[in-house]
């Protein structure tokens, strides 16, 4: 039987993504304006990877720009690489760990696909608490998410067919809608309680139960 793989997007839904863009946010441009500017960064971090292709250092640095230019708040030249400096710091959520290490228990591989560069995304790995098996990251294919370039590369990687596949994700816009696009099951761990809108296969409040999810998904 054929190895059955879960791929996942790494920030928002591995990785805390929230508390590590809202932390700098926060710190250059008051807690007060925190919640406020992080759903604008995350429209803003959009238009920028739909732009082309740029290093994700690059994206996280201008989109921080940007806000300031919206602002009216002049960056001072250390604060213009914090956003992706602190990038090494966000942390895992606390479920992350214990739910990667019951899927490889129980025989899954594990691989991201995430809109990062090589050398970030190295940063983050150690905060997993399991190894993975396969990373393939925006640098790797030139373009980001929703694009399918990850999935196609994925799939020529691995030559793994959708019927032994799922894709768990926060982000219905960079990661549900193209998976279901491409005929493949999908988990959405919708962790601040959202509305849906592209409909994935299974919906999960956080990762705890993921393992028994994917095991009725693709049982083995």
């Known amino acids: 039987m054929a190895d059955r793989w879960t791929t996942y997007d790494c920030y928002g839904t591995l990785i805390d993504w929230r508390q590590g863009i809202g932390d700098v946010l926060g710190r250059l441009f008051g807690e007060q304006h925190r919640a406020r500017l992080l759903g604008r960064y995350y429209e803003v971090e959009a238009a920028i990877q739909a732009d082309g292709y ?17 602002e009216g708040r002049e960056l001072a030249p250390d604060e213009r690489t914090a956003m992706s400096e602190s990038l090494r710091d966000w942390p895992a959520f606390p479920d992350t760990g214990g739910a990667l290490g019951e899927l490889r228990r129980r025989g899954w591989k594990l691989a991201i696909l995430s809109n990062c560069d090589r050398d970030l ?21 030139r373009s980001y998410k929703p694009a399918h370039g990850h999935w196609r590369e994925f799939a020529e990687r691995t030559g793994v067919t959708a019927d032994r596949h799922v894709h768990v994700a926060q982000s219905l816009f960079h990661d549900i809608a193209p998976a279901n696009d491409l005929g493949l099951r999908t988990v959405w761990i919708n962790r601040q309680d959202e509305a849906p809108g592209p409909r ?3 919906e999960l409040p956080d990762l705890t139960a993921l393992a028994d999810t994917v095991d009725e998904l693709v049982p083995s």
Request: proline fraction near 7%; charge should be negative.
């Open 200 to 202: 994935p296969t299974r």
């Open 54 to 70: 740029r290093t994700y250092r690059d994206v996280l640095d201008l989109g921080t720009a940007r806000i300031a230019d919206e």
């Open 121 to 141: 995304i190295a940063s983050s790995l150690p905060w997993l608490g399991a190894p993975v098996d396969l990373v393939i990251v925006a640098e790797d294919v």
